[in-house]
């Protein structure tokens, strides 16, 4: 039998651990956003580049990444890199993890972006004199971001359920802090559905803010004349 | 076997823009099968033709954005095809291009569409560069579009800031590829009379374009392609009114 009012009661009296683990979780998400979408920025621009064994250097990366399960990889890097004698404190390390993890996600997305932008746009840019780099900070990339935002939105909201996989090298997110009173008040359905309902609060709240945000940038384009 | 003599726009000065034998393949297509001509500084040059002829190409070849298979262009005494980057670009920044789809930056505001490139390439002072945008748009008759977002304006509109982008770059020639060709036929004659007015102010232009009224009108000189080649080429009345060649007869017969 499923006590609701136990859900009730946890929820109240424990309150502030689960907020410490929500703390965390969306530390872990804004990070790895903002760090997965500055690399895959950067390996999206590489695999356009002349230079072969750069190009197949990144697209190894991103096969690899997508090809292995995320859990692998966040034990790779946490227990893997201090191995190597690489000193960080944990959280920093399940960063690491996750922003190489995005990253491939992010550099899958920046190059439909920058895909997305007509050739016509660069033959302008060109004829103009400016240069391919020029041509990619002026013109490509502002137009490129533009229609990546919203799949970047959509991957905070993932990373926020995703990170959950940290619990498993002991980072107090949200769902280690549910693990953990769980492990000790023995009403383990009650604390999951708690986390559980924390979580999609989160997404739930996450999504309705960027489909604001979207909306208000397609406004700002048509409506400012 | 006789040299063979570029043709030679002639009316004008000093030759702005020399191309020798030019070719350009794509794959096993023969595009352009040698092409040889003289622009003069000042001179119109209508290039008219079927579509397939080449003309967007050899248009095109001009600033590099197709490479020359083999041949010279030789543009204010350097050859663009042999140009490293950094000359490409003071090379380009002197030949504006006007496409057919406008190609305006959809994430600039008309201002900044024409003074980005004076401002990121020429690293021209902001407000020099909006100054001079400014009274380039008020001679277009669009200054009240100076704040207004590319995807607001009409055909017409887009096209004639498109002209004022690449005017805002000072330079010596203008291209223009089929400028009128995606307009609604309302719109056309106010971005033809733009280019008579630059036109008139002695600008040079190689303009491809299917409008024969304008070409008999404003061109110095009528090229007519067809199949990578010039078949014929004259100064309009020779060309319109009394065609050498039947390929130029045929196609005239079909589009006049």
């Given amino acids: 039998m499923i006590n609701f009012a136990k859900i009730w009661e946890i929820l ?214 | 076997m006789p040299t063979r003599q570029p043709l030679d726009s002639g009316s004008g000065q000093e030759i702005l823009i020399q191309i020798e034998g030019l070719v350009k393949n794509f794959g096993k297509l023969e595009v352009l099968k040698g092409i040889d001509l003289n622009v003069r500084k000042g001179d119109v040059i209508v290039l008219i033709g079927p579509s397939g002829s080449g003309k967007s190409t050899l248009l095109r070849s001009i600033n590099l954005l197709e490479k020359p298979t083999a041949g010279k262009i030789i543009f204010e005494g350097n050859d663009v095809t042999q140009a490293g980057k950094k000359e490409l670009s003071l090379l380009r920044q002197r030949m504006g291009m006007v496409f057919q789809q406008f190609n305006l930056f959809p994430h600039l505001k008309v201002k900044d569409n024409i003074t980005v490139a004076p401002i990121r390439v020429r690293n021209t002072p902001k407000e020099e560069a909006e100054a001079k945008a400014r009274k380039l748009l008020e001679r277009v008759g669009l200054i009240d579009k100076w704040d207004t977002w590319p995807q607001n304006l009409s055909g017409g509109q887009k096209q004639r800031a498109a002209i004022v982008r690449a005017l805002a770059m000072d330079p010596d020639v203008m291209l223009f590829d089929e400028p009128t060709s995606a307009l609604d036929p309302e719109m056309v004659g106010e971005v033809l009379d733009v280019m008579k007015n630059l036109a008139r102010e002695g600008m040079t232009m190689l303009v491809v374009t299917h409008e024969m009224r304008f070409a008999r009108e404003v061109g110095d000189y009528i090229l007519f392609m067809d199949d990578g080649q010039i078949v014929e080429a004259g100064t309009p009345e020779q060309v319109f009114d009394h065609p050498q060649q039947k390929r130029t007869q045929d196609f005239l017969q079909k589009v006049l």
């Fill in chain 1, 12 to 225: 109240v009296t424990k309150f502030p651990a689960f907020m410490e683990g929500v703390e965390i979780t969306l530390q872990l998400a804004f990070f790895t956003v903002l760090l997965g979408s500055l690399l895959g920025l950067v390996v999206a621009i590489c695999r356009r580049t002349r230079l072969a064994p750069l190009r197949w250097l990144m697209n190894i990366y991103v096969a690899f990444i997508r090809g292995t399960p995320l859990l692998v990889q966040v034990l790779l890097v946490v227990y893997g890199l201090p191995q190597l004698g690489v000193k960080l404190p944990r959280m920093t390390l399940c960063i690491i993890a996750l922003v190489i993890n995005s990253g491939a996600y992010m550099a899958e997305l920046i190059r439909a972006g920058l895909q997305s932008v007509a050739k016509g746009q660069v033959e302008a840019a060109e004829s103009l004199g400016m240069s391919s780099g020029q041509t990619m900070l002026y013109i490509i990339l502002p137009q490129a971001v533009k229609v990546t935002l919203p799949a970047m939105g959509n991957e905070f909201v993932a990373i926020i359920k995703e990170s959950s996989i940290l619990y498993a090298v002991g980072v107090y997110e949200l769902t280690y802090q549910a693990y953990k009173l769980a492990s000790v008040n023995y009403y383990y359905i009650e604390t999951m559905i708690v986390a559980a309902l924390i979580y999609f609060v989160l997404t739930y709240v996450a999504t309705k803010l960027l489909g604001l945000l979207e909306r208000r940038m397609r406004r700002a384009d048509t409506s400012a004349a």
